[in-house]
């Protein structure tokens, strides 16, 4: 099992500019989910999908916050315009049923 | 949403010595998760213990829950250098928060 996948491992960038991050859920699992941890704020659940659908999104910090899940393999979280504040490490996690969550190792994002 | 906090925030501890973690929560649980966070990756499932359930050994894990209290502990026994990681309580599957997690630090 390949586990989940996220890219890019790092991504540096001038505020303004939009990121993409990527997550690939593992594979029959029907629950995704997105998180930001950084030193202050602890590790923050932002979103949440099953079966592709958003089931909450309190937890995205603005609108300049966004986040797909097109098909049951692919989600992305988007940030346009980016911001300093922004700079985190941003992890996606993937289950199904009543089963523990599996954590992708993340994507470092730095907003210069 | 279901939050689990940790306490101690820091624990420092010589190899070879037995580290315990503190989680509180608040609402009623099914189950509780323990988890782990080595430095820049993805966090770990260590353990799960459901609330019918009131000790749980995985290796040199062992976990104890207790409902009345709302509260669990992990215990690592025989501490080892490889074991410096941050540890998180959960419990829920789905609408899961963390806290700030327990930084454990193990001295070689």
């Known amino acids: 099992d390949a586990g989940v996948i996220q890219s890019p491992r790092h991504e540096v960038t001038e505020m303004g500019q939009e990121v993409t991050l990527r997550c690939k859920p593992i594979s029959g699992h029907d629950y995704l989910f997105w998180y930001r941890q950084t030193m202050m704020r602890g590790l923050e659940l932002l979103i949440y999908f099953n079966n592709n659908v958003p089931i909450d999104d309190s937890g995205m910090p603005e609108d300049r916050f966004s986040a797909k899940m097109p098909n049951a393999s692919f989600s992305t979280l988007k940030i346009q315009p980016s911001e300093p504040r922004d700079s985190a490490v941003y992890f996606c996690?993937?289950?199904?049923?009543?089963?523990?969550?599996?954590f992708g190792d993340g994507t470092r994002l730095s907003i210069l | 949403s279901q939050q689990g906090e940790e306490d101690p925030q820091a624990l420092s501890i010589q190899e070879g010595e037995n580290a315990t973690m503190n989680c509180s929560y608040k609402?009623?649980?099914?189950?509780l998760q323990w988890y782990r966070q080595n430095s820049g990756r993805g966090l770990v499932h260590l353990i799960l213990?459901?609330?019918?359930?009131r000790e749980k050994h995985s290796g040199r894990l062992r976990v104890t829950l207790d409902t009345s209290k709302k509260s669990s502990s992990l215990l690592i026994t025989a501490s080892r250098a490889a074991d410096t990681a941050s540890y998180f309580c959960a419990t829920a599957y789905n609408d899961m928060r963390f806290g700030a997690g327990t930084r454990l630090t193990v001295k070689p």
């Open positions: 213990i459901r609330s019918n359930e």
């Open positions: 996690a993937s289950t199904t049923g009543n089963q523990p969550q599996h």
């Open positions: 609402t009623s649980i099914n189950n």
